[in-house]
């Protein structure tokens, strides 16, 4: 790694971004029968995007309860809605599979997160966050990691909305499911991107 440049990407150039958008299908699983459907079409995947969505809580100490696992492949998401499911033991075949690679970032917050509630034994998981400082990206956030390098910005407007909600709203569910797939475009897009071409180097003195 060269330590003589860095490459960043400023709060105002994002929002300058064209948005993207989740290209693929959207499935909300409430239910252990669409659960169970999920779990088998996810393992045939051998790559997969992972995410988590929690109720926002504003008192400082409060234990953070996920409310949403997000788990994409290219072309489909399916929203586990986790607090509206008894038994998410079946979810294990996924999370726990060593053999089965699924991308994330900042997984040691959804990992916490997940082990207030449930025993998963999280397994076969890449961290973007754990990649990108060898490429000089300084940025640690989903959407700007993206935007670096797609130049295309990811909307966070849904992030602090509730998600215990009744019913997701379409907003959310586009939301949550862009978050987990661009997991897999951003840890693809790394294998060949070139820091010293990049548009949003700065140098270091």
Not at 17 to 26: A, N, Q, R, V, Y
Request: charged share 25%; aromatic share 10%.
């Amino acid at each position: 790694m060269d330590n003589n440049y860095t490459i960043a990407i400023s709060k105002e150039d994002v929002a300058a971004l064209p948005k993207e958008e989740f290209p693929g299908t959207i499935k909300v699983v409430d239910s252990r029968v669409d659960m169970l459907k999920a779990v088998e079409i996810l393992k045939r995947y051998p790559i997969l995007g992972f995410d988590t969505e929690s109720r926002p809580i504003f008192r400082k100490g409060a234990e953070v309860h996920v409310s949403l696992i997000q788990i994409s492949a290219d072309d489909i998401c399916f929203l586990f809605r986790v607090r509206k499911l008894d038994d998410v033991t079946p979810l294990s075949e996924i999370i726990d599979n060593p053999k089965i690679t699924k991308i994330g970032l900042s997984l040691h917050d959804d990992f916490g997160s997940l082990a207030h509630s449930y025993k998963f034994n999280p397994a076969g998981f890449i961290d973007i966050q754990r990649l990108v400082p060898s490429y000089n990206i300084s940025n640690a956030s989903l959407q700007k990691i993206y935007a670096i390098l797609f130049d295309l910005r990811i909307s966070k407007s849904q992030q602090l909305s509730n998600w215990d909600a009744p019913q997701l709203t379409e907003a959310q569910q586009k939301y949550a499911a862009l978050d987990a797939w661009a997991c897999i475009q951003i840890y693809r897009k790394l294998k060949g991107f070139d820091p010293e071409k990049s548009k949003y180097k700065i140098a270091i003195e």
